[in-house]
């Protein structure tokens, strides 16, 4: 399986803002351009480019093959699970044998702090294609799918299924279908409904979707980096992928970067290096708290350097009730009170609920509210009180992970930030700035938490 | 046999609380909360009855 052309391509180690292991042509890729959905010049890597930097794709794989091989890597699923890969792939393969699957590359990245998978796509997409049709052939699916949110992402990905045509591979037909820019839409069950033409809005269901996915069969679903490091571990081999590893993750992984930094941007960073040791590198400063892994994540308070020395992975992280999520590390200066931010983010998922479930419609405005309370220092303790009656009638409730998430979002500020709140229930805040923006929030989706505190 | 309620047809019309007292509660907004979902035979009329009467169609009484 190990291919001779490995011995060229350096398994990342440390942080590098460009991602050296798969594009040495990617130019600074600053969020917020991608915020607002324009392009860069960035360059596509042809298929010509591609394999004479990659080498050939790589044939003839078997089932126990590829789990062994995803097995020993340790590859987990990077949209946020941390699940895994080979489980979700024998899931996959012992649920159904005879009747087939469908195989989905999930690009939807509905986060707006990340821009991991876009411009993963659009650089670099015959890498994802790659590990997308040869796990097709492995498990010999009906059909293979790449969900994709923006345009040259999707005109990327078309531009290189042409050229795959044109040379005569034989493969898997992959089908690109169109993410809407909703946050619910990168859901799993909004991904499958999409692909099977209906709304992009999640869909309740007690089984999952390795067992019943698209048009009810077992579906192998998992974020396109995913995939991009399959079409690395399976052409270099396990022991290439873990060569760079150090902690309890391996291989490396895209993370973006933005917020109170000077070179905000997409990172490759080897597992074992600390939050700080990327932070430098995105020239940080000013740094009050980091927000790990994005809206769905946790908060890590910054009190002074040691609290940066903390590794970025997700046995590390687990320890502070944290983890790396979608790879995203947004960073808040001092000028911006967390709590603030924290519940400016929550009032923006509140309006991002799909509105399909009635603790969903109305429980995330009562929170928010509630959180806005305590943010703004109006009246904490009604905010605390208030929050304490309203989650239990929210939480595991939804038809889908959204209102969990925000409630994860809610618990992380308040174990966070304990001593800011105390200050705000004195009527004081560490920063004193009545004109608050956020820091992380797309330009588009500032909100009015005053509005909110006063629902 | 359990019972499931899909949170994302219901829309808090409550008729399965009337049935299934012992299982259903209704919250603050009037959408019903399974207090325990594990179906006693005793009770497989009633929860039947609740499925058919659902207007939304979102219960199910499934295996486990
Ligand atoms: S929980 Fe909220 S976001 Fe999820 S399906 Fe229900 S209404 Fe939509
Ligand atoms: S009867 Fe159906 S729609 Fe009405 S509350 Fe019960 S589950 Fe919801």
Not at chain 1, 171 to 180: I, L, M, Q, S
Not at chain 1, 313 to 322: C, Q
Not at chain 1, 325 to 343: D, H
Not at chain 1, 358 to 363: A, F, Q
Request: proline share 4%; with cysteine; aromatic share 6%.
């Amino acid at each position: 399986m190990t291919d001779s052309t490995s011995t060229s391509i350096m398994a990342p180690s440390g942080a590098r803002r460009i991602t050296l292991g798969w594009d040495a042509n990617w130019k600074t890729s600053n969020p917020e351009i991608a915020f607002a959905g324009h392009s860069q010049s960035r360059t596509r890597l042809s298929l010509a480019e591609h394999i004479s930097n990659y080498g050939r794709i790589p044939t003839g794989f078997t089932y126990s093959l590829v789990s062994d091989s995803l097995r020993v890597a340790n590859l987990t699923g990077r949209g946020g699970a941390k699940f895994p890969f080979y489980k979700k792939l024998a899931a996959v393969y012992e649920a159904d044998r005879k009747k087939g699957c469908y195989i989905v590359a999930n690009g939807a990245e509905s986060e707006p702090l990340s821009i991991k998978d876009s411009m993963l796509l659009r650089t670099n997409p015959h890498l994802v294609i790659d590990g997308l049709v040869m796990i097709a052939e492995v498990l010999g699916a009906k059909g293979a799918y790449i969900y994709v949110k923006d345009k040259e992402a999707h005109s990327a990905i078309n531009a290189a299924l042409r050229e795959r045509r044109e040379r005569g591979f034989t493969e898997a037909k992959v089908t690109v279908v169109d993410a809407p820019a909703t946050y619910v839409a990168g859901q799993e069950t909004s991904v499958i409904r999409r692909i099977e033409k209906g709304p992009a809005l999640p869909k309740f269901s007690i089984e999952r979707v390795a067992v019943a996915g698209v048009k009810g069969q077992p579906t192998l679903l998992s974020n396109v980096e995913t995939f991009a490091h399959l079409g690395l571990i399976l052409r270099f081999g396990a022991d290439w992928y873990r060569s760079g590893r150090s902690g309890f993750d391996s291989g490396s992984r895209l993370v973006t970067v933005s917020g109170s930094v000077d070179r905000p941007g997409l990172y490759e960073v080897s597992s074992g290096v600390a939050i700080g040791d990327i932070l430098r590198e995105a020239k940080a400063h000013s740094v009050r708290a980091v927000l790990v892994g994005g809206y769905f994540g946790g908060w890590l308070n910054v009190r002074d350097e040691n609290d940066l020395k903390l590794i970025y992975d997700d046995s590390t992280l687990g320890e502070k009730k944290l983890s790396i999520g979608a790879g995203i590390l947004g960073v808040l200066s001092k000028e911006t009170c967390p709590v603030v931010e924290a519940a400016s983010i929550v009032d923006y998922l509140a309006e991002q609920s799909a509105g399909q479930c009635g603790p969903c419609i109305h429980g995330l405005p009562e929170i928010s509210t509630a959180f806005a309370r305590i943010a703004l220092s109006s009246n904490v303790d009604r905010g605390i009180t208030e929050l304490k009656a309203v989650i239990p009638l929210v939480e595991r409730r939804g038809g889908c992970q959204h209102p969990d998430g925000v409630i994860a979002h809610v618990r992380s500020t308040v174990a966070a930030f304990g001593e800011e709140i105390k200050l705000h229930k004195a009527g004081k805040c560490s920063v004193a700035s009545s004109n608050h923006q956020s820091m992380l929030l797309p330009k588009n989706a500032q909100g009015n938490l005053a509005a909110a505190s006063g629902r | 046999m359990k019972i499931v309620i899909d949170p994302t047809r219901c829309q808090g019309h409550g008729t399965c609380a009337a049935l299934l007292a012992e299982y259903i509660e209704m919250d603050k907004w009037h959408y019903p909360i399974l207090s325990k979902n594990q179906l006693k035979d005793s009770h497989m009329e009633a929860a039947k009855k609740a499925v058919q009467l659902c207007p939304e169609l979102a219960i199910k009484i499934v295996e486990g």
